[in-house]
Nanobody, 127 residues
Framework: QVQLVESGGGLVQAGGSLRLSCAAV????????MGWFRQAPGKEREFVAGMGFNGANTRYADSVKGRFAISRDYTKNMVYLQMNSLKPEDTAVYYC????????????????????WGQGTQVTVSS
C-alpha cells in the first residue's frame, strides 16, 4: 500500500558507519509500523529493526542491538537506519518495509506481516 524507495547503501570498512534512507511517497506512511530487513546471499530474509506507526517501541535483532538505530521523520516521510560499528557479517541487501496493517504500535518481525517493500540497497562491509 505504501511505495518505498531506499538509498544510502554502499561499501564501508569494518567499524565504519552508514545511514540508510527509505522514502515513502504516500501520506499513509504515517499509519504504518515500519521495518528494516536484510538478506545475505544464501540466507533467508532477516528482520533487522522495526518501529511502531507512531514512532514508539523500537525493536532490533540481537545481532544489531547497540549498533543500529531505526528512526523516522513524519514531516519528510522518511525512515532511517543508522548503522554503526559495521561488521562484515552485516553485508546484505537491506530493505525497508511497511506493515500490512495500520496502527500497530509495535512492529512485527516476520516478512509476511509486511506488504510494501523497497527495492533494496546493497551494503557491503569489508574486513
Amino acid at each position: 500500500q505504501v511505495q518505498l524507495v531506499e538509498s544510502g547503501g554502499g561499501l564501508v570498512q569494518a567499524g565504519g558507519s552508514l545511514r540508510l534512507s527509505c522514502a515513502a511517497v504516500e501520506r499513509t506512511f504515517n499509519n504504518y509500523a515500519m521495518g528494516w530487513f536484510r538478506q545475505a546471499p544464501g540466507k533467508e530474509r532477516e528482520f533487522v529493526a522495526g518501529m511502531g506507526f507512531n514512532g514508539a517501541n523500537t525493536r532490533y535483532a540481537d545481532s544489531v542491538k547497540g549498533r543500529f538505530a531505526i528512526s523516522r521523520d513524519y514531516t519528510k516521510n522518511m525512515v532511517y537506519l543508522q548503522m554503526n560499528s559495521l561488521k562484515p557479517e552485516d553485508t546484505a541487501v537491506y530493505y525497508c518495509a511497511a506493515d500490512r496493517l495500520q496502527y500497530r504500535i509495535v512492529s512485527p518481525t516476520a516478512p509476511v506481516d509486511f506488504d510494501s517493500w523497497g527495492q533494496g540497497t546493497q551494503v557491503t562491509v569489508s574486513s
